[in-house]
């Protein structure tokens, strides 16, 4: 089954982000609306698991000593843990390491 990557509103008016596993499309706005989400923008992503099969790619040592580095910095300003990891997500200039750090973030 194909991922889906999600940005949905729940009923409080927060934005929540995340992948979920669905057939297709329709059956994953399903599962959001059992959840009580509002999607706001849905799309199919590659998994994981295929792209580290099919591209074989690495996360080069530098890229990994500056992600541990500004983690290190935000644990220690008292951001917490997932929060940290969210936010390294969202500015990783490489793919592969931010669809590694939302897989451990989930």
């Given at each position: 089954?194909?991922?889906?990557?999600?940005?949905?509103?729940?009923?409080?008016?927060?934005?929540?982000?995340?992948?979920?596993?669905a057939?297709?499309?329709?059956?994953?706005?399903?599962?959001?609306?059992?959840?009580?989400?509002?999607?706001?923008?849905?799309?199919?992503?590659?998994?994981?698991?295929?792209?580290?099969?099919?591209?074989?790619?690495?996360?080069k040592?530098?890229?990994?000593?500056?992600?541990?580095?500004?983690?290190?910095?935000?644990?220690?300003?008292?951001v917490?843990?997932?929060r940290?990891?969210?936010?390294?997500?969202?500015?990783?200039?490489?793919a592969?390491?931010?669809?590694v750090?939302?897989?451990?973030?989930?």
């Amino acid at each position: 089954m194909p991922d889906f990557k999600y940005t949905a509103r729940q009923m409080s008016g927060e934005q929540v982000t995340g992948v979920l596993q669905a057939a297709n499309e329709q059956d994953a706005l399903a599962n959001l609306a059992t959840r009580q989400l509002f999607p706001m923008n849905i799309k199919a992503v590659e998994s994981a698991v295929a792209a580290s099969k099919g591209r074989g790619r690495r996360v080069k040592g530098r890229e990994l000593a500056v992600f541990y580095s500004q983690l290190a910095d935000l644990l220690k300003a008292g951001v917490p843990l997932l929060r940290s990891l969210e936010l390294l997500e969202h500015q990783a200039t490489n793919a592969r390491l931010s669809t590694v750090l939302q897989d451990v973030r989930e």
